[in-house]
């Protein structure tokens, strides 16, 4: 298979998904509205018929587990004695069809190969840091993204439903003074802001930090709502990461311009000026780093499953929101969205930086 088989897969999941919805939306129109809109109406599931996240079918990855995805490693990279961190992670969404507004638990053939590549290709940056939960969840599809309608929203809730249970599943399982990562993307992300919101409190003094990528956050309209700071410094715990990887120059207007047309949860406008932008590679606001200071970006060196840490290769600066690439960028192909926006790409162009935060994050919790 074409190496770069890896990284192109990752794209096309989340590109045809939930790069953002709002963008695909102003980028399609209504002709993709009607091509990606769910058949017929949302129906509420039957009561008990949600995931019993006492088993482990419910959990794509989870402590014990046999075959566990969340343990890859790069081609050549060996295993580092794991932290006491426990680290929850929400996949993006990898449900294409359109049968249906919300994934169903048993879905299996390319949806289960999706779902289980990405565990393993953003949820192993954390695997050093401690043990990754991953739970399965009733995925919205992602026509919920692009429509504002009752069952775009039933879809989104119940979504968010699956993740909450897992979520407290995941606490209750957990000792009371041991350290946790919070870590989504897209899908992931919109649901781990919820969950802050909702479930904040239980983390307090325990939360090393929430990796919410992929994702805008209004630093005015969003952040206060969520019981945690921003992440200003390298060596902080208890706070919030977030970024979009663009190339330069950017073009955000696809995403940014249905963005800023809503109120966040503070019910505050949200305005471009305010997103928020933590730099992985430098771990603060607004930071700077040039391509010597990432330690490794995931390079595809053979099949869909293998990839090697390529280090000193991006660079990225934080510049009005948006965290902006530079340096010598691997051959991704030609699957970038429009605008210059490497989404697909957040975990992937600094899996070791994200690698190195989490543990100097977790080390900082410590102290």
Partial sequence: MC?????????????????????IFQFGGNVLLKQATPQGRFEQPAIGSGPNYSQQASWVAKPGMAANPSLWLPDGMAAAPVGNASIFYVHPTTYLERDRWNAPLDAGGQTRFRTRLFVQSQSSAFNAAGEVWAPRYRQAAYGAFLLSSEDAQKALDLAYQDVRNAFDYFLSQMPADEPIILAAHSQGALHLMRLLKERGTQLNGRLVAAYVVGWPISTTADLPTLGFPACSSADQAGCILSWMSFGDPANPDLILDQWQKTKGATGVDRRREDILCVNPLTGTTNGAAPPEANPGTLVPTGDLMSAAISPGRVGARCDKGLLLIEGDIPALGTFVLPGNNYHVYDYALFWGAIRRDAERRRVAWQR
């Fill in 3 to 23: 190496a770069r088989r890896f990284l192109v897969i990752i794209f096309v999941l989340t590109l045809v998904v939930v790069a953002a919805g709002f963008a």
